[in-house]
């Protein structure tokens, strides 16, 4: 794929104070971009003008279809300073293999994955000072697509631009890796099978919102939600997957259609059952977790996901009972997992997985 470039004039100042970079707050000079053309397709293969530009605002009618039908999908993924000054991706084409996932599940045009693994090593090479340096923080990456027709219809999309924005991001825990408390929530539902709970899509985190703002009117950092049909059964924490060693066994909830299937979460599966743990993915019932602990089985619960990479939960609510895990602390094999992951992803131990990809 041939990318035009076309760089700035204004770069911007980069922050000094890298303990001060947060999240999401800070892009990068440049953007890709690339657009989609239904009535192109037959001619170009349908995604076309393949281009890296000065990051700016877009313009998009007000009737542009995504702002009314929510035809949009999108991807996050990090690039990583290693301590010899190298740049690399952690399982890249993970990430966009999925997002064709999403795309067919919203009846978007797939894209292809070697195309986003350059178009994306390409617009990190002319931002790699971007990526930040000091320890923990990462250069976050956004993919996504979204449909710009302007027509108010009930249809898919005719013509879509897929974008790729970075954003030098903080360390995630600053404070140190410290368990987070969650709640299960009971009121509301976030996906169901047959839905979009699989796919990354905008509507799913909006649907998510009231939930969460409510546990944290509580002082609960992150939900737990259950499946949408019989309230009963653990999906998702928030933004994560979740896991539970009960017994020594490494106990997670399968892929049922209504549960985001995290690169994360299947890099945990594979560390864990390469080091020898017993690993199962099944239905996993919110009152069996809370009977594992009342036996004195339940030794960790932890998230996984790209922004915290392992999350351990220190404290679980339901109803009225609330329980504390480990006493609040961090279990052995969310350390474990935290550190290889994380010691892979930033270069300091090798990557026997062949997981990483050199960016420069």
Known sequence: MKINLTKTNSPQQRPADESQ???GKIFSDHMFIMEYDAKKADESGGW?????????????????MVLHYGQEIFEGLKAYRTHNNKIQLFRPEENFKRMNVSAQRSVI?????????????ELIKIDHEWVPHSPGTTLYIRPF???VDPFLGVRPAEKYYFIIITSPSGAYYSAGLNPVSIAVEEKYVRAVKGGMG????????????????????????QVLWLDGIQRKYVEEVGAMNVFFVIDGEVVTPELSGSILPGITRMSAIELCRKWGLKVTQRKVAADEIFDAFDCGALTEIFGTGTAAVISPVGTLKKGGRVITINNGKIGEVSQKLYDTLTGIQFGRIPDDMGWTKVVI
Not at 48 to 64: C, D, G, M, Q, T
């Open 21 to 23: 970079l947060g999240f």
């Open 198 to 221: 699989h796919v990354k899509a905008g509507g799913n985190y909006a649907a998510s919102l009231l939930g969460q703002t409510e546990a944290l009117a509580q002082n609960y950092e």
């Open 145 to 147: 697509i979204i449909g």
């Open 109 to 121: 045009p797939e894209v292809d994955v070697d195309d986003c693994i350059q178009a994306l090593c």
């Open 48 to 64: 076309h003008n393949p281009r890296i530009k000065p990051f700016e605002n877009l313009s998009i009618s007000p009737a542009a």
